[in-house]
RNA sequence: GCGAUUGUGGCGAAGUGGUUAACGCACCGGGUUGUGGUCUCGGCAUUCGUGGGUUCGAUUCCCAUCAGUCGCCCCA
């Protein structure tokens, strides 16, 4: 074989691909109940949109971006995420005007791009979906959007989910807390992992989150960010915690959860499955607000909210469920042909019953009738439309039902004159079992 | 970027320094000269990811490379 896909690419084979049109179909059901419409934004931006939006000391940046310059020597990245393209577009298509209803609630699906070692429910290019709310600080816009990613995931049957919350406050809060933290830290700055060190200048909030056990150890007896929320941070966060008591979805507060991307502020969230095979805690979606992203790219001071999640993450859990899909493809009758003399009639037969709304296959490579009947009974077809010489010298069809065993002859120039009607009539025929 | 592990037909999987590379599934053909299940018989890898090397001889040993899987980092 000369060619292989890229490392952490990979085929999506149509057994596969009918699982994702179930999991988007059914997204893009929930999402319009919620009232979200779907924005499709540019598979790459130039570099420094994400270089801006994500934050330049997050490793997606520093080390994982797949950027590179084109012909033009413009500096370009195919998007690791979908907020920055989805802010950008919503800045320069100027969606923030008074003519738009506000928020101004959008969703996306599709692939994202990361340049990093792939592994399990992790690959070089990778699908979301996402949401993004702009233009309301109403804490309602948090637990709507929290809860419709609690609905997605129900809608799943999930069961083993929980929410996890936390704030970060905003800027002024944050820039206190980050003082504080640094504070409490640089004292066992020896004790710190070498990763941490090197985190504490650049982003202390990350060193909360360390996977190192003795950071684990250090930052259970860090100062809290909740504690360091001004008023109006405060209320913001009271006022979430009350709507989602409301709603009845519960929750649990983890004061050290923190974000990779630097553009949050106030509510972040997790949704994370407690499933036995996919790890203790995995993180299955995320978000949170960004107040300052839309400003940052050069809109107009514009509250916003928003989640994406990994679908690939989404159905590989749903696999350790065993998840049972509905059947996408289906197929109403199977076109059998006995010799190479009925090619053409087969031919005309098949249109005429896809033109007719039939979901319709036919035989192609002469296999004997009894292999194709095998086929057409595995594949779960209605009938079985049978074209042989026979017929052919009296301008019929045998079309046999399936289910009852029933089979019958039916005059093509009726067939070919009144489908609906003869159909019917065949149809109310056949379906009968054992007359 | 680092570490571990794997790579044999369409798929799953055995195997060995030496003349013909098990088996199962799927598929194709026959038994059943035009009708679905079962059964039965037969077919299906000049070749063991790729490129080198060692050897009289390599799918088997060595090196490199590509890819998969898992873990670290990070994250969806």
Not at 169 to 180: C, H, M
Not at 219 to 224: E, F, K, L
Not at 347 to 360: G, M
Request: net charge negative; hydrophobic share 35%; proline share 3%.
């Amino acid at each position: 074989m000369n060619y292989q896909k890229l490392k952490g690419t990979v085929d999506i084979l149509p057994d596969e691909s009918e699982k994702w049109q179930v999991v988007e179909q059914q997204a893009r059901a929930i999402l319009s109940n919620y009232q979200f419409r779907e924005i499709r934004t540019p598979l790459f931006e130039k570099f420094d949109l994400f270089a801006r939006g994500v934050g330049e000391t997050s490793d997606i940046v520093s080390k994982e971006m797949y950027d590179f310059k084109d012909k033009g020597d413009r500096h370009i990245a195919l998007r690791p995420e979908g907020t920055a393209g989805v802010v950008r577009a919503y800045v320069e298509n100027k969606l923030y005007a008074p003519e738009y209803h506000k928020p101004m609630k959008l969703f996306y699906i599709g692939s994202m791009f990361r340049y990093e070692r792939p592994q399990s429910g992790r690959q070089r290019q990778f699908n979301q979906v996402g949401v993004e709310v702009f233009g309301s600080k109403n804490p309602a816009v948090d637990v709507e959007t929290m809860a419709l990613a609690m609905d997605l995931f129900k809608s799943f049957g999930i069961e083993d989910l929980k929410l996890v919350i936390n704030s970060l406050g905003d800027s002024e809060s944050r820039q206190k807390y980050r003082e504080a933290l640094i504070a409490y830290l640089e004292p066992h700055f020896d004790e710190l992992s070498n990763d941490s060190k090197e985190r504490l200048y650049k982003n202390p909030l990350r060193v909360l989150d360390s996977k190192d056990k003795k950071d684990k150890v250090l930052v259970a007896d860090a100062p809290s960010v909740l504690d360091f929320l001004n008023e109006k941070s405060k209320q913001h966060f009271e006022a979430v915690k009350e709507m989602l008591d409301d709603l009845s979805i519960s929750y649990e507060i983890d004061k050290n959860m923190v974000r990779g991307l630097d553009y949050y502020n106030d509510t972040i969230f997790e949704v994370m499955t407690t499933h036995p095979k996919f790890g203790a805690n995995a993180t299955i979606c995320a978000g949170g607000r960004y107040d300052s992203l839309v400003e940052e790219v050069g809109g107009p001071e514009t509250p916003a909210f928003g989640f994406g999640f990994g679908i690939e993450r989404l159905l590989i859990l749903l696999d350790f469920m065993n998840y049972n899909y509905p059947k996408v493809s289906t197929i109403d009758a199977y076109v059998v042909t006995i010799g190479d003399k009925v090619n053409k009639a087969a031919t005309k037969l098949t249109q005429y019953l896809r033109q007719n709304n039939l979901s319709v296959e036919r035989e192609f490579m002469n296999r004997k009738p009894g292999k194709q009947f095998k086929t057409a009974d595995k594949w779960d077809a209605e009938f079985v439309f049978t074209m042989g010489e026979d017929e052919l010298k009296e301008n019929r069809v045998s079309i046999k039902a399936l289910k009852s065993g029933q089979q019958m002859d039916i005059d093509l120039g009726e067939l070919y004159s009144n489908f609906e009607a003869t159909f019917k009539e065949v149809e109310s025929r056949l379906m009968k079992k054992g007359e």
